[in-house]
């Protein structure tokens, strides 16, 4: 403490005033002691905390929160489960009843021998017949412009391509002497020919569908020569049914280019040629 400043003790009874003038005077007394009157010393603050709290009720709130937070959620999954076990309920049983009488029918795969029976393996014996011959060429550029030179003769002809060569045939018969007859009218008439015996239908081919039918019916009529015998009806009637179900047939053209008058069996012949180019 410091010596300059000045401690009064006065002893007085407790009930007993203290004159106003005595307390003016002992600070007038204590203001001169002080070797620094203007300044005020600064008295220590004691600074009194509050003894911390304890959290309990803070965790025991977030405790609570929590709990409220997890049956809600509780509640709000049972909830929609419920409501999703209700609706597939209905449409179960919209189902049923939309499909009520009707048989459900498994899808059935085709067998082997299913599939095998809509291709048909063809193997026809190779038919022997003489044709009469108008030319050979080696391009078919040329074997066309020498039939072009028949049709202006009013005689009908067709080429046919083989081994890389092309023929124009003008005429077909079973057996050599009725070529030679055939041959013989075209020499009347200016036209050179040579008779030659020929075979058709060598080798096999497969088919399938109507295809496969017309196939079987046309080689039955080329074997016996009598595809003149053929009526209109059933060629029309081929004719259509292949332009449906088989438009990409070579056997189409030679139906479509039927001849009504045939004595030279040009007939026979574009049918050979076709059946033969189906089997290549």
């Known amino acids: 403490m410091d010596s300059n400043k000045k401690i009064t003790i006065s002893f007085r009874n407790e009930n007993e005033k ?3 003038n005595e307390i003016i005077q002992a600070k007038e007394e204590v203001a001169a ?38 049956i809600a959620a509780s ?69 066309v412009q020498w039939k072009s030179k028949l049709t202006a003769l009013s005689v009908s002809s067709m080429v046919w391509e083989r081994d890389h060569q092309f023929y124009l045939f003008a005429g077909s018969a079973q057996t050599e ?44 009529h080329l074997e016996n020569f009598s595809i003149d015998q053929l009526s209109d009806a059933d060629r029309q009637k081929l004719l259509s049914t292949l332009e449906k179900q088989e438009p990409n047939s070579p056997l189409i ?6 001849e009504q008058r045939d004595d030279y069996h040009l007939n026979w012949l574009k049918v050979a040629y076709s059946l033969e180019k189906m089997m290549e």
């Open 177 to 220: 002497t009725e070529a030679s007859q055939i041959a013989a009218e075209l020499s009347a008439r200016n036209i050179e020919t040579y008779v030659k015996p020929w075979s058709v239908l060598k080798g096999e081919g497969s088919f399938k569908g109507e295809e496969a039918k017309t196939f079987e019916f046309m080689i039955d």
């Open 33 to 70: 002691s002080d070797p620094r009157p203007n300044q005020i010393e600064e008295i220590p603050v004691l600074e009194i905390r509050k003894p911390h709290q304890s959290p309990t009720k803070k965790k025991r709130y977030e405790k609570n929160s929590v709990k409220y937070l997890v």
């Open 253 to 258: 053209s030679p139906l479509q280019e039927w």
């Open 75 to 143: 509640s709000a999954l049972l909830l929609s489960l419920g409501l999703g076990f209700l609706l597939l309920r209905m449409f179960v049983s919209l189902t049923d009843e939309t499909t009520a009488g009707k048989e459900m029918v498994p899808a059935s795969v085709p067998s082997e021998e299913a599939v095998t029976e809509q291709v048909a393996a063809v193997n026809p014996n190779a038919v022997e017949a003489y044709l009469v011959q108008a030319g050979v060429f080696t391009t078919e550029e040329k074997a």
């Open 18 to 20: 203290v004159p106003e």
